[in-house]
């Protein structure tokens, strides 16, 4: 029998001290001239300045091609979808935009809205890298 | 769930995860659990950032109800803020809509947020008045393995 009890305070103080996924860690890489920005944690208003960030300071070094992976991101809100169709958008043309997500908290919601062919949504790297030199 | 929480981005954070955290030891699985919890932080980051946008942050109540027979799950984000009457931004619900806003335009690259949620819930009903906005989300078929007693009020 668990020991929650009616009388219990409520799941959220003591959930929240378990729970700290609230981070964002953002690493850019390059091969030739693509590069792959790779994002891991949480990708919500609160952090997805730091994407819109990091491909704002990486474009002006033209890449051919720019990679997103969010393979380690656990949670996109709509605030980072946002960026991802932005930073599409601003890539327009002259830079190839790729994204990699797979799964319940990343691929789904995108799919969800309608928004995987536009951004160029792949499941693994390898998959959107492969898609580079057509 | 919780009463009077600051209706700000990293409370709405808090509460995120929170909550993910007690749907998970309740047995809910995974792909389930992502959508409810995105659906929740979608309702909350609304509340940040449009709720009292013409005044101090004030308070947002979450509350969350599960039906264990009909396996339903019912989550109630409400706030007393102005800041939404005729502001709330409906979001271009469908893209190319979206996308024939010109690329500076505020709308383009946000308002996802009520979409998501009609994506993502089985059930919304947003409540907007001059008092405050009420938003109401069900999800069906939410099979929760384990008992959880205490879903707080």
Known sequence: MNHHSSAAPGFLESDIAAAAHTDCVISE?????TVVISVAGVLDML??????????????????????????????????MGVLVDACERADGSVKFRVVADGP??????????????????????????TLSA | ??????????TAASIRAGFAHWLRRAGLDEPRLCDIVLALNEALSNVAEFAYADGPTGRVDVQAALDRDRCTLTVTVAD????????WREGQGREEQRRELGPSHPQRRRGRGIPLMRALADALVIDTSAVGTTVVMR????????????LGT
């Not at chain 2, 999800?139 to 205490?150: E, G």
């Open chain 1, 105 to 130: 908290a990343t691929s789904r919601p995108l799919t969800l809205l309608g928004l995987a062919d536009m951004i160029g949504l792949h499941p693994t790297l390898d998959a959107a890298r492969a």
């Open chain 2, 139 to 150: 999800f069906d078929t939410v099979d929760v393995r384990r008992r959880v007693v205490a």
């Open chain 2, 1 to 10: 769930m919780c009463n009077a929480a600051a209706a700000d981005a990293s």
């Open chain 2, 80 to 87: 007393r803020g102005q800041g939404r009457e005729g502001q």
């Open chain 1, 29 to 33: 890489q390059w091969t030739g001239r």
């Open chain 1, 47 to 80: 952090t997805s300045p730091q994407l819109e960030a990091s491909i704002a300071a990486s474009l002006p070094k033209n890449p051919s091609a720019m990679i997103v992976d969010l393979t380690d991101v656990g949670f996109l809100a709509s605030a980072g």
